[in-house]
């Protein structure tokens, strides 16, 4: 198993700021991923981030508004960039060891 | 992509009553997984079941792959079991876990 934590459980910001998310696990692992779950909504991957390389992002988010950091095997950070209130989600940190973990998840809301 | 259907979206019962939940996939998969969020927004992982059957408590899952869903059974709910219910799935070449749309479980005491 692994255990993942999350800075900042919640945050409420305004438009036009930006927000940085750390997600640290216990354990040494490959990838790492970065999930939104807007509200009501299930959940969508924004990004793969592998230790040393660029992230690997999906149809619909870019670099330029989600910069993603890999520094090493058991750390991570999204940031949120240029934030709108379409940005208010929570968004989920996530690894695979055998099977899939989650993180508590960060409750971001933009004014 | 892959395609992850949950049903019913909503689903309401008393408490101590049984439910059985679905999720269809439109391709094969060589990972699936079923999750509870609790009303905190917490994911709790509940079975890792790409084919087969398994039980913890009065929790079940079983995966038919070759028909290509999975089905979860609560048995005797309790008010603790209400959330939202998620399927994921993983195709195979592909390592990323693709979301079903849910079922939102609640119980009435």
């Known amino acids: 198993s692994a255990v993942i934590s999350q800075k900042p459980s919640r945050d409420i910001c305004q438009r036009g700021t930006s927000l940085t998310i750390q997600c640290q696990v216990d354990s040494q692992v490959t990838m790492m991923f970065w999930y939104r779950q807007q509200p009501g909504q299930s959940l969508t991957l924004i990004a793969t981030a592998n230790q040393g390389s660029e992230a690997t992002y999906e149809s619909g988010f870019v670099i330029d508004k989600f910069p993603i950091s890999r520094p090493n095997l058991t750390f991570s950070t999204l940031t949120v960039s240029n934030m709108s209130p379409e940005d208010s989600s929570i968004y989920l940190c996530?690894?695979?060891?055998?099977?899939?973990?989650f993180g508590p998840g960060t409750r971001l809301t933009v004014t | 992509g892959i395609q992850v259907e949950q049903s019913p979206p909503d689903l309401i019962l008393q408490e101590g009553a049984n439910s059985t939940l679905r999720c269809n996939f439109s391709?094969?998969?060589?990972?699936l997984q079923w999750f509870h969020q609790n009303p905190w927004g917490q994911l709790i992982n509940l079975f890792y079941?790409?084919?087969g059957t398994k039980q913890n408590g009065r929790l079940s899952a079983t995966t038919v792959a070759t028909e290509r869903y999975s089905l979860l059974y609560i048995s005797s709910s309790q008010t603790t079991d209400s959330g939202v219910y998620f399927c994921a799935v993983e195709a195979f070449g592909n390592e990323k876990l693709t979301f079903g749309t849910g079922t939102r479980l609640t119980i009435i005491p």
């Open positions: 079941i790409p084919s």
């Open positions: 996530s690894v695979r060891v055998y099977e899939q973990y």
């Open positions: 391709d094969s998969v060589n990972n």
